[in-house]
């Protein structure tokens, strides 16, 4: 038996994860209208969308190949991954889509802005956990280690295309979970249907994801080598998209009208996930000396702050689902 490493900031962060996940599995159940449903969609990103792919790109990078990644050993592990890490994902997509629902805006965008959240948030976490470097009985060892490919153009040590990677990443299963929640809804919520789709969703999630499409994003592979500035022009490009969706969805087609309004005692899961985690980011990046990444890691904080805000406030401005729309 190979020895156990117990990094105590590690320790923190994974039982933090864990006790969020557990209140978000508790939130789920009282304020879902199909809390199974919903569950095994948290099964299906964790196990059969996130943890699979995790678990190529690892093996990928233990084995010496460029362009992938390792990670620290957790108490809890699944193979060569925290488990932590597919929660955590999945709790901010989750948040994500849970707060748009409670706002009337077209299904299409949810896709967009979900990605634009999930690749913020993103800002908020990796170049921490990249940093986060200790000594341990097994050597040296990063929180998460990333190996570019020489010449690949990098933000403090990880490539680009890993923020962009973000925007597609939780694009597509959210467009495949929307889908899912469509053909469910159209079979009279049968329950075979139920069970079924969050997994499949998940399974096509990651043949996108694998597919030549998410090079395209990355950095319009083919027609670019990966170690080309394209990885800076797709992320810029599909930032503004993203962005343009999310102005466009709030501006033209929000009717004012709201399905249920947040709140921070009934909604601390969600409310910590998009605000909470990056502050204790924020802390561990102070506490650590990470001076030369904490402004990103800031911005990323207030970004979610002031989108968390803006919700908020709207939400408490509107009008409910059940009453006309003003006029204007």
């Known amino acids: 038996m190979g ?10 962060q994974d039982i933090l994860v864990l006790i969020i996940a557990t209140l978000m599995i508790f939130y789920i159940i009282n304020n879902e209208e199909r809390p199974k449903i919903v569950l095994m969609q948290f ?14 790109a690892v093996s990928m990078g233990l084995m010496g190949n460029e362009g992938f990644y390792a990670y620290g050993r957790s108490i809890l592990m699944i193979f060569n991954i925290p488990l932590t890490v597919p929660i955590i994902e999945f709790l901010i ?24 959240s999930a690749m913020i948030f993103d800002f908020s976490l990796d170049p921490v956990a990249v940093k986060q470097i200790f000594q341990t009985t097994e050597g040296i060892i990063g929180r998460w280690s990333y190996y570019p490919i020489p010449g690949e153009p990098v933000i403090y040590g990880e490539p680009v295309m890993n923020f962009t990677g973000w925007i597609y990443i ?14 469910h809804k159209k079979k009279g919520y049968s329950n075979l249907v139920g069970y079924s789709y ?24 083919p027609f670019f080598p990966r170690t080309s500035n394209m990885q800076w022009v797709m992320l810029i490009a599909l930032s503004v998209i993203t962005t343009g969706v999310l102005v466009l969805a709030f501006v033209k087609f929000w009717d004012h009208r709201v399905v249920s309004s947040l709140n921070y005692k009934k909604d601390f899961p969600i409310m910590f996930t998009f605000l909470g985690f990056p502050l204790v980011n924020t802390l561990f990046c102070i506490i650590g000396g990470y001076t ?3 402004w990103l890691v800031v911005l990323a904080q207030v970004l979610l702050l002031l989108g968390w805000f803006g919700i908020y406030i709207l939400s408490k401005k509107a009008i409910p689902k059940n009453q006309a729309p ?3």
Do not use: D, H
Request: hydrophobic share 55%; aromatic share 18%.
């Open 3 to 12: 020895n156990i490493t117990l990094v105590p900031v590690w320790l923190i």
């Open 43 to 56: 099964i299906g990103f964790v196990f059969f969308y996130a943890a699979l792919f995790e678990n190529v």
């Open 93 to 116: 997509v989750y948040s994500t889509l849970r707060v748009l629902k409670t706002i009337n805006i077209p299904s299409w965008t949810k896709p967009f802005i979900t990605g634009l």
């Open 170 to 183: 939780a694009g597509y299963w959210t467009a495949f979970i929307l889908i899912g929640e469509w053909w």
């Open 198 to 221: 969050p997994i499949l969703a998940s399974i096509l999630s990651l043949v996108c994801l694998v597919s030549p499409l998410s090079n395209f994003f990355n950095y319009m592979g």
């Open 292 to 294: 030369q990444v904490l």
């Open 326 to 328: 003003r006029k204007g």
